[in-house]
């Protein structure tokens, strides 16, 4: 039977309509409670701390187990849906692994542990945030931006934001204006464990590396009549024309996933590595021209191994000390059906910038680097500060 709901033009005027969501602002929550602070305020022992995310070999992964280890997390919820590789956990956490369809109850049992609720991104489960609330449980988001949007109905059941960069802190600030006053909003940087990541001084610039672990998603670009799949967020259609560009500037490419086999004779495609900590054991300075991050947890473990880093003039990239910063042009696009900023490195740009810098020192360039991440994003420096959040450093 014809249903006019589902109809393709219905369907293409849905989409068109809600690209007008761009600056959209959460609905009003006229709840006054903050579970965080009411548990905050009536207790000054460590909490019980929970955390929920991913046990995989990805982005997510790798960070949720640092903070699983770092916080002395006893309880890990591993909400997943994907196939990819799982860590191989032998922490002190106890892991409880389920899938966004598990029943509740699994859920509301491995809740009754605890006193609050941290996760990274997304809690995967729609309902997760709603039903630790109805039982009192506060919970913390660490922020990736582009997977926040104001529509989704477990933003407003958030107690406290941590935003990694100034970027997100602005937008989250700006919801708590306009119609979220109840959250509350702290600006942590993204932490990686530098002990994880040793330190090589680079010394003269001989050839770039650029690291696509699985390419990130393709967000959708807005067009005038008809919407398009844009390249993979992480760039690799950008270093390729340079590539093509600046035949003589080498450079090296570590990726999880097959990429074509033409490529330019100035690139080298090095073996996948296993471990993550050894990703940025070659190469003098790295290039991501990242279309957009949410924390660019990869930029700082590549400075952190004293590696420059020349990456995209937009925010939050261009908030890191880069060595040198790619001319873009930003377009709307969508993560999902989520309305964000997508910015397009200029190819021709990263060309001549990797030109200019092929055969010059950066010495000084990688010390200040490790410098950097040790100073701003590293669990020595900010440790405390992070504990404290949850009276784990009382």
């Not at 033009?9 to 761009?22: D, P, Q, T």
């Not at 039903?131 to 919970?139: D, E, F, N």
């Not at 935003?163 to 204006?177: E, G, I, R, V």
């Not at 930029?299 to 003039?313: D, Q, R, Y």
Request: proline residues 6%; aromatic residues 8%; contains cysteine.
């Amino acid at each position: 039977m014809f249903s006019v709901r589902n109809s393709a033009i219905v369907r293409y005027l849905s989409n068109r309509y809600s690209w007008f969501r761009a600056g959209a602002v959460p609905c009003r929550d006229n709840r006054s409670t903050n579970l965080y602070l009411s548990l905050i305020e009536r207790t000054s022992k460590p909490f019980r701390l929970g955390y929920v995310g991913p046990d995989s070999k990805s982005g997510l992964g790798y960070q949720g187990r640092d903070l699983v280890e770092k916080l002395g997390i006893r309880d890990w919820l591993a909400v997943s849906n994907d196939d990819n590789e799982r860590l191989d956990w032998t922490g002190p956490a106890t892991l409880t692994r389920v899938t966004s369809n598990s029943d509740r109850m699994i859920i509301r049992k491995w809740l009754s542990k605890v006193d609050c609720l941290l996760f990274c991104e997304t809690p995967v489960r729609d309902d997760l945030l709603a039903i630790a609330h109805s039982m009192g449980i506060p919970s913390v988001c660490i922020v990736n931006w582009e997977w926040l949007a104001p529509y989704l109905p477990w933003v407003r059941d958030v107690d406290l934001f941590l935003a990694p960069n100034s970027h997100t802190y602005d937008l989250l600030t700006q919801w708590k204006a306009k119609s979220l006053p109840r959250i509350k909003v702290e600006r942590i940087p993204g932490l990686v464990d530098v002990d994880r990541f040793s330190f090589k001084e680079r010394a003269v610039c001989r050839s770039f590396l650029f690291v696509n672990g699985r390419g990130g998603f393709a967000p959708t670009i807005r067009g005038l009549y008809r919407d398009r799949l844009g390249p993979p967020r992480k760039g690799l259609e950008v270093v390729l024309k340079a590539a093509r560009l600046a035949p003589e500037v080498p450079i090296k490419i570590r990726s999880q996933i097959p990429i074509e086999n033409d490529l330019p004779a100035n690139v080298e495609l090095l073996p996948s590595e296993e471990d993550n900590t050894k990703l940025y054991d070659t190469g003098d300075v790295a290039v991501q021209p990242s279309l957009l991050e949410g924390t660019g947890l990869q930029m700082i473990e590549m400075m952190a191994t004293g590696l420059p880093l020349i990456t995209t003039n937009a925010p939050p990239m261009n908030e890191f000390p880069a060595l040198d910063l790619i001319d873009c042009r930003s377009k709307l696009g969508k993560a999902r059906r989520h309305i964000i900023d997508v910015n397009f490195p200029s190819a021709a740009h990263l060309a001549r910038l990797m030109q200019v810098r092929l055969g010059t020192s950066v010495v000084a360039e990688s010390r200040l680097s490790r410098q950097y991440v040790m100073e701003h994003h590293s669990w020595d420096a900010l440790s405390e500060r992070f504990m404290d959040l949850f009276n784990q450093g009382r």
